[in-house]
């Protein structure tokens, strides 16, 4: 006899979708083996609303950022630790091509909602939020550990499938057999660095950023990041690279970054960590049920967006597993099918 629903991987989207099961009254069990090189183990969490070098909205952030604030507040009261701050984002130019860019954009009043005042340098992004990943996960697991609800244990989907009616995998760049976590879809990794910094007289209310940024997140302390380097489409490019020249490579160029963002304030670099993050081909989430593989349900792709993302893709499969109402057709698992 098989159990109910299985969530498989405890990353941000595993999470979220078990803490929003949770409150829905969606019995399940979750299984996990540690965080790894999970995008989630080093992920900032930052919200931001206009994005790029071309300074684009962020894909639903209309909808989507009230809705994130309203569950990370709410999760705040469920877990009792802080996890939501509200930022705003210092952007520099980095060339007179930003400035110009930066000029059609407000000029057409694109990004009214989010833009706020600008001057010769740059301008600042109202309505950033940072969510604290790192505590949310840490949290979720020790309730669900000692309510015995979390095994820790590393499974892949044929034995899920075996044991469990239904399973949702929320393995991020760990694709399990054949690629059925990410429901056969051509993804792609990306390895990104960051660095811990020890640095004073920081405003915790404002993230600096210029191509990379530099985040405050406590008394004296800061994330720089992030590096974005792409491996080829599939399994195999989902491992951290080893390369000891890669690595300095991205401590160099984050320290670089984070130098020019301080303004000649001092800093140490205490740290430097990676993790891999998962992209579709369109730059959209994994959210439905994988298509040839009864039971087998899927999030992911949820790329550098994940703390926007995931509240919204949580939502849906509560939804779609309690009152079966449709999943999202933007991210469905079978849109990148050939008719």
């Not at 009261?77 to 952007?91: F, H, I, Q």
């Not at 300095?248 to 205490?270: H, I, P």
């Not at 891999?276 to 790329?303: H, Y």
Request: with cysteine; proline share 4%; hydrophobic share 45%.
């Amino acid at each position: 006899m098989r159990d109910g629903l299985l969530i498989v991987g405890q990353g941000l989207a595993g999470t979220l979708l078990g803490l929003a099961c949770e409150q829905a009254g969606v019995v399940f069990t979750m299984v996990d083996a540690g965080h790894g090189e999970a995008s989630s183990r080093v992920g900032a969490g930052i919200i931001n609303p206009i994005t790029g070098q071309r300074f684009a909205k962020s894909w639903g952030i209309d909808e989507l950022g009230p809705l994130a604030r309203r569950t990370y507040r709410g999760l705040e009261d469920v877990l009792g630790v802080p996890l939501l701050r509200e930022m705003r984002v210092r952007r520099f130019f980095r060339d007179e091509r930003e400035r110009a860019a930066w000029a059609g954009k407000a000029g057409r009043g694109d990004l009214a909602a989010y833009a706020g005042e600008a001057d010769a340098e740059g301008f600042w992004i109202e309505g950033a939020m940072r969510v604290d990943t790192g505590m949310l996960i840490a949290e979720a697991r020790r309730r669900w550990l000692r309510a015995g609800r979390l095994r820790e244990a590393r499974v892949t989907i044929s034995e899920a499938l075996a044991g469990h009616d239904r399973v949702i995998a929320c393995t991020g760049a760990s694709p399990g057999e054949g690629g059925q976590a990410w429901g056969g879809v051509a993804c792609t990794c990306a390895t990104g660095d960051v660095l811990r910094l020890a640095a004073e007289g920081l405003d915790p209310g404002v993230i600096l950023n210029r191509g990379h940024w530099v985040l405050p997140t406590q008394a004296g302390e800061a994330l720089a990041g992030a590096t974005y380097l792409r491996g080829e489409t599939g399994a195999g490019a989902c491992a951290r690279p080893v390369d000891t020249d890669v690595v300095a490579s991205a401590r160099r160029e984050l320290s670089a970054s984070a130098a020019a963002l301080l303004g000649g304030r001092e800093f140490t670099v205490m740290a430097q960590e990676a993790g891999v993050r998962v992209a579709t081909p369109d730059r959209l989430p994994l959210a439905g049920w994988v298509p040839g593989v009864a039971r087998l349900g899927v999030i992911n792709g949820l790329g550098s967006k994940g703390a926007l993302l995931g509240p919204w893709l949580a939502r849906q499969w509560v939804r779609h597993l309690a009152e079966g109402a449709a999943l999202e057709a933007a991210v469905a698992v079978n849109r990148f099918a050939r008719p």
